[in-house]
């Protein structure tokens, strides 16, 4: 889950961030992005701030690029990272994020304005747990199962209101994973075979290899 917070100097950023680091740090991985328009933190800023609070990973930001292997924009930085819980500080004009505004600054696509701590710790906690279920089902959109999508089958099932067992393309015991360009492609019971079948059989041929157990394969065009 991704949510940004803007606003003003001084409207309170830095420890509404922190405090929501404190409340989920145990319980999720977290990492910040930073808006760095002038200079680098320096002991005792936010940065630190973040790190002692409990964040996982802290990154700043420049006006445009961050030096994070090569540079990213803001939106090529947020694909290529893993965590349950990503927090941005800065980046009003972010958009199609779940943004936080504080003080008088006005910001495009705001979620919740000048809200109370709680109603946002709330919301953070059921969109992380919606988003989970969404990683088990295969997120076609497709419908058959009566609901709009498979964000709207996943919050049934938070609710006790549905299964997976109701989605016909969910399978519980997958055991193939696919990743292109960081993005998961879901694979049928067949699919599956098919690709567990021609893998094993290439290594099934190779001396080195024996009873293998968890393979994993990189491949880089």
Not at 158 to 179: A, M, P, Q
Not at 182 to 196: E, P, R, T
């Amino acid at each position: 889950m991704i949510v940004a917070f803007c606003g003003s100097s001084n409207s309170g950023k830095t420890t509404f961030i922190e405090e929501i680091i404190k409340a989920f740090g145990d319980k999720y991985s977290i990492a910040v992005i930073k808006h760095t328009p002038h200079q680098v933190d320096v002991k005792g800023k936010d940065s630190f701030r973040f790190i002692a609070a409990g964040a996982d990973e802290v990154i700043l930001v420049g006006e445009k690029l961050v030096r994070f292997q090569r540079p990213l924009d803001i939106k090529e930085l947020l694909r290529n990272m893993n965590y349950d819980l990503i927090l941005i500080e800065g980046f009003k004009n972010l958009t199609g994020v779940t943004k936080v505004c504080l003080g008088n600054t006005d910001c495009i696509e705001c979620t919740f304005k000048n809200p109370a701590k709680s109603d946002v710790l709330k919301y953070i906690e059921r969109e992380i747990a919606v988003e989970k279920i969404m990683k088990k089902l295969p997120n076609f959109n497709c419908g058959e199962c009566g609901f709009r999508d498979c964000r709207g089958m996943a919050e049934m099932i938070l609710e006790g209101k549905s299964t997976y067992d109701h989605c016909r393309y969910w399978n519980g015991d997958s055991y193939v994973k696919l990743v292109v360009n960081g993005k998961n492609i879901y694979l049928g019971k067949f699919a599956q075979k098919v690709v567990y079948g021609t893998i094993m059989g290439l290594i099934g041929a190779l001396k080195d290899v024996k009873n293998p157990e968890k393979i994993q394969i990189y491949i880089e065009r």
